[in-house]
């Protein structure tokens, strides 16, 4: 892995990606801003403050500390801030780690010890009830085929690049582990 895995500075901070959007401008709210924090965090930790910063500049984001992480951008905005990350990358499996970055780290407080009580398939149907939270273009179905097994699909009303197939995909795989 390009850049080693060990923060520049041994602080942690929360980032937060909020839009920088003049008043008025016509945003749309797709997606949550929880989306690419562990990817624009990864970039902070592992390359420096300035790839992260540079990389979210070329979507039209800027970097914020923060505890909340509360925020909306555009599809538009999202997909560009995915390119811009990876292409400071090595390569699709350094993207694909990046992606889920620290996720167990983000805030979910006293919901953490729940999932870590509940079953694979209680945490996809805490997602899907829950999609509303992170997405307003996505839909979730899940299909139990057998006790231990489901079909997990996924629908946005926006065309979607590979990469944030990718981004999905590692997210979606670090949810049972949190």
């Known amino acids: 892995m390009v850049g080693g895995g060990a923060p520049e500075s ?5 980032l937060r990606v909020v839009p920088s959007i003049e008043p008025g401008a016509d945003e749309t709210a797709d997606l949550s801003v929880r989306i690419v924090q562990p990817l624009a965090r990864y970039l902070d930790e592992v390359y420096s403050t300035q790839v992260a910063a540079t990389a979210l500049a070329e979507a039209g984001l800027e970097r914020e500390a923060s505890e909340d992480g509360s925020g909306w951008l555009s599809h538009e905005r999202y997909e560009a801030f995915l390119s811009a990350a990876r292409a400071v990358m090595e390569d699709d499996d350094e993207f ?36 509303r939270l992170i997405s307003n273009i996505s839909t979730i179905e899940n299909e139990r085929i057998a006790h231990n097994e489901f079909i997990h699909r996924y629908r946005s009303v926006r065309p979607e690049s590979p990469l944030s197939s990718m ?12």
Do not use: K
């Open 167 to 178: 981004v999905r995909r590692a997210q979606t795989a670090a949810m049972p582990t949190l």
């Open 10 to 14: 041994g602080v942690s901070s929360q």
């Open 96 to 131: 694909l780690a990046a992606a889920a970055y620290r996720y167990s780290d983000m805030a979910y407080g006293p919901l953490r010890f729940v999932l870590w009580a509940a079953s694979p398939w209680a945490i996809y149907e805490l997602g899907r009830r829950n999609i």
